[in-house]
């Protein structure tokens, strides 16, 4: 099993930083996969960066440029270090792992998942 635990989420005015970050435990941590997912009301979730376990990485393209996905070298801790905030930013973001790296941009119920961060933007 993996667990997850997000933080660093919050209020941010536009223009606005933040680094959500997403401390994970469990068997094997180190071949897994991960991503990050947000939820706005109302909306679908949406895969926002994934970082898989070869060391590439992927973005939405509503991010590309200003968000930045990355791990400690431990590979304990996955970041997501968010810049240039806009209000279409805010949501619940969530991490997730999986050892399948396809699993972290289309997820299925093997998932692993933290219970998420609120990051508002205004």
């Known amino acids: 099993h993996v667990q997850l635990v997000e933080s660093g989420g919050g209020s941010v005015q536009a223009g606005g930083s933040l680094r959500l970050s997403c401390a994970a435990s469990g068997q094997s941590i180190s071949v897994y996969s991960m991503g990050w997912f947000r939820q706005a009301p109302g909306k679908d979730r949406e895969g926002v960066a994934v970082?898989?376990?070869?060391?590439?990485?992927w973005y939405a393209d509503s991010v590309k440029g200003r968000f930045t996905i990355s791990q400690d070298n431990a590979r304990t801790t996955l970041y997501l270090q968010m810049n240039s905030l806009k209000p279409e930013d805010s949501a619940m973001y969530s991490c997730?792992?999986?050892?399948?790296?396809?699993?972290?941009?289309?997820?299925?119920?093997?998932?692993?998942w933290g219970q998420g961060t609120q990051v508002t933007v205004s």
């Open positions: 970082l898989y376990r070869s060391g590439s990485t």
């Open positions: 997730t792992a999986d050892r399948d790296g396809r699993n972290c941009r289309y997820p299925t119920a093997r998932n692993y």
